[in-house]
């Protein structure tokens, strides 16, 4: 029973591990900086860029399409309320869509003003940041926008709604500022940093974390109240964070790296075979993640979320000892890339990406471990397989 307890343990981080690694690159059909991302659901969403640029893709992003908005003006925020009503905001201007981003019309135009996020809790509330500590709130679905005091002069970089009445603001010089009354009013609270922060995520009306400058990560579990520094390893920063739920995080900045968190911000891993080019902003709809940034990029993942997900069908695998490599027979075609073999121990003695297909046969040359029994986890493209085999 221990072996078995301890196998799930590898197993579970080995999870983790391809979760680390399952971003693939998009191609967007565009080279200019792309600052947001936003998906209405797993299909359907929406980047947004500098020069104007909108994109919009409704098959997760295997294809993306250019948008026309109407203006070369920088645009740093994107976000839909639904298939139809989008929002972008940028420089000196905030653009509505109706059709789902066939065409833009503007919401509102102000010279030398920057807005940095727009974000809407329902059809008729929305907030926009900007620098120099600027609100704007609307309550008619963008007809008209006011002023509202936020009684600091920093910039304010993102915004977080988890609901129509409360919301979180946070800015440069570790500014986080909090709404209960749907944005008519905000509350300067302290964060617990004087760091830059670039972005806000909460879970639920009590759970959030802030990130920024220095990779810092600062996090509340009371709404806002108190602030627990987490994380401040490393000298990039953090220009985007995001939970999918109380213990998994993901972030992203200026180094060109994907991070990952499983403890709740504390620590933070990093994902290989990312290209090094600045990244922005993250996003995620259920298992669902994309990450844009410099250059048109955009990386796409599909989670891997639990144990639980794996299926316990029994496959074939043995030595080939004429071939000098594992033999793994199936019943059914898959798509396998991969495989982790691992001692009764738990300590994982293979783990390979090249395989060679024979028919319904995979071939992976290695070296013949000692005799025993041993474990393997095989991730196909929709699901992944664990089982044991014999070596004699």
């Known amino acids: 029973m221990l072996i078995v307890i301890l196998l799930l343990i590898f197993v579970t ?3 983790h591990s391809l979760q680390l690694e399952d971003w693939y690159k998009q191609n967007s059909g565009v080279v200019v900086r792309l600052n947001s991302v936003h998906f209405i659901n797993k299909n359907i969403g929406w980047v947004c860029g500098h020069s104007g640029t909108i994109l919009k893709t409704i098959d997760q992003g295997a294809n993306w399409i250019a948008m026309q908005s109407g203006t070369v003006r920088d645009l740093n925020s994107i976000f ?3 298939s139809s009503i989008g929002f972008v905001g940028g420089n000196g201007v905030i653009l509505q869509s109706n059709n789902g981003g066939e065409s833009w019309k503007e919401s509102y135009y102000e010279v030398g003003k920057m807005f940095n996020k727009v974000f809407f809790s329902d059809v008729n509330y929305g907030i926009a940041v900007g620098n120099s500590g600027l609100i704007l ?7 008209n926008w006011n002023y509202v005091e936020s009684s600091v002069s920093r910039n304010l970089m993102d915004i977080y709604f988890v609901d129509k009445n409360n919301g979180w603001i946070c800015g440069l010089f570790g500014v986080v500022l909090q709404t209960t009354n749907a944005g008519e009013s905000w509350n300067v609270i302290n964060s617990g940093t004087i760091r830059d922060l670039f972005s806000v995520h909460f879970v639920d009306k009590n759970n959030g974390w802030a990130s920024g400058y ?4 600062v996090a509340t579990t009371n ?4 602030w627990e520094l987490m994380h401040t390893q490393g000298t990039s920063t953090f220009y985007s964070i995001f939970f999918t739920d109380l213990n998994n995080g ?3 900045g200026n180094e060109g790296f994907i991070y990952y968190s499983s403890d709740k911000g504390r620590n933070w891993d990093k994902v290989p075979n990312i290209s090094g080019r600045f990244l922005f902003d993250i996003y995620f709809v259920g298992e669902y993640g994309w990450a844009v940034g410099d250059a048109g990029t955009i990386y796409h993942n599909h989670l891997v979320s639990s144990v639980q997900e794996i299926i316990a069908e029994n496959l074939l695998i043995r030595y080939d000892y004429h071939n000098g490599g594992f033999l793994i027979e199936f019943e059914n075609d898959s798509n396998f890339s991969s495989i982790y073999l691992y001692d009764i121990y738990g300590n994982r003695i293979l783990a390979e990406h090249t395989i060679q297909r024979r028919g319904r046969q995979l071939f992976l040359q290695a070296k013949k471990p000692a005799s025993g029994m041993y474990f393997y986890l095989i991730p196909s493209e929709k699901r992944i397989y664990k089982g044991k085999f014999l070596i004699h």
């Open 13 to 15: 981080n080995d999870l």
């Open 80 to 82: 839909f309320i639904n």
């Open 137 to 143: 709130r609307t309550t008619d679905g963008g007809n």
């Open 214 to 217: 220095r990779n810092t990560v």
């Open 223 to 226: 709404g806002g109240k108190n």
């Open 250 to 252: 993901w972030a992203l």
